[in-house]
């Protein structure tokens, strides 16, 4: 399993000192946000039009598995399961289950959707334990199936859409990782209604990929106007620009809800988390353009050894180029901090 998903329920248990495993997996108002937004307390006008509360949320945030929320509508943990092993199986979903439950002859709770659902739905009908094995393990490797296997499976009055189904499939999902991967979306999704300002400081701080200060924590004018030009690019749109877009739409909810960002402090941001301070977001240090995590850990060392004199003193003690200040310095950072060190001793001799 990937690192950022428990990276990130560790910073959430650290921010609130909760348990995780605390937290029940078949909350009502978390459930919602897999069919609506309503428990965000916005509308989709609010976001762009997305009709769902599940951004930022691991295996149901993209716009491959939502389109699967809306088109399969789960109420439940176990069809959160069965989704996740639809999303990650190859030719399980496109081109097979998906125009099976639009067609009408299977529905989520019947549609083969992880490995283990073979098994187990030959041996209840009537097929013997070790044949159901061997069919589900050639199907899940994308082997298909025999005539013998077909024999059987007609044998026991297996639907003829199933058989058809399992001989489309080139790789399918274990249960176990399905129910593992919905578990940490859960409990991730918890933070995010109840506790908002812990799980957008958990989520820019080790999910989000291109977050731009800049850009992202001006307000939300400025956001939408930057997101509107990305879209307007469509294909032509550099790849930073493409990534940068999840991350904008996860902000852009978070100004939805009414939380707002804190200017970055040069003696109290760190450098690669996001704090929550006075009910706001400050943002890392990392998240200044041209800023990467070495520079951003100087400028945190440099702050603990006193002020900053001026833009020069910044520059010697912390190797920041001359590039990304001159951008601190446009994006207000500095302050009142003078250029040059010349200035502060002058000044200081007239006081």
């Known amino acids: 399993l990937g690192h950022d998903d428990p990276t990130m329920i560790r910073m959430l248990q650290d921010i609130t000192g909760m348990d995780v495993k605390d937290i029940p997996l078949s ?16 509308r989709p006008d609010d976001i762009g039009g997305c009709e769902l509360g599940s951004l930022g949320i691991p295996e149901f945030g993209t716009g491959f598995s939502m389109q699967m ?41 019947t549609a083969i959707c992880t490995r283990d659902d073979i098994m187990t739905y030959l041996i209840s009908e009537g ?18 199936l025999t005539d013998e296997m077909k024999e059987i ?3 026991n009055n ?54 731009s200060y800049e850009t992202m924590c001006m307000g939300r004018e400025r956001l939408d106007y930057y997101l509107a030009e990305i879209r307007k690019k469509g294909d032509e749109a550099s790849k930073k620009e493409q990534d940068s ?6 902000v852009q909810e978070m100004y939805a809800r009414g939380i707002e960002f804190l200017p970055i402090d040069l003696y ?43 833009k020069d003193d910044f520059r010697d003690r912390t190797k920041v180029s001359k590039t990304v200040i001159d951008l601190m310095d446009d994006l207000g950072i500095f302050g009142d901090i003078p250029q040059s060190n010349q200035f502060s001793l002058f000044d200081s001799a007239l006081i």
């Open 245 to 250: 877009i999840r991350d904008m739409r996860i």
């Open 69 to 109: 929320l809306i088109e399969t509508a789960p109420s439940t943990f176990s069809e959160l399961v069965r989704i996740s092993g639809l999303s990650h199986g190859t030719d399980v979903w496109t081109n097979n289950a998906q125009d099976l439950i639009k067609s009408g002859e299977c529905t989520l709770s």
């Open 158 to 211: 297996i639907p003829e859409w199933y058989i058809g189904s399992c001989l489309k499939i080139k790789y399918m999902f274990p249960k176990a990782h399905a129910v593992a991967y919905v578990m940490m979306a859960i409990r991730i999704a918890w933070f995010k209604v109840f506790k908002p300002l812990a799980y957008y400081a958990a989520f820019f701080s080790i999910r989000a990929t291109a977050f």
């Open 127 to 144: 097929v013997e334990n070790s044949a159901a094995f061997k069919i589900m393990e050639s199907v899940r490797k994308g082997k298909g």
């Open 268 to 310: 109290k941001a760190k450098a690669n988390r996001f704090q929550i301070i006075d009910g706001k977001l400050m943002p890392a240090l990392n998240c200044i353009d041209g800023m990467g995590d070495k520079a951003a850990e100087a400028v945190v060392d440099a702050a603990k050894n006193g002020k900053f004199l001026s």
């Open 27 to 42: 909350d009502p108002k978390v459930m919602s946000l897999f069919n609506s937004t309503e428990a965000l307390g916005i």
């Open 153 to 155: 499976m007609i044998e």
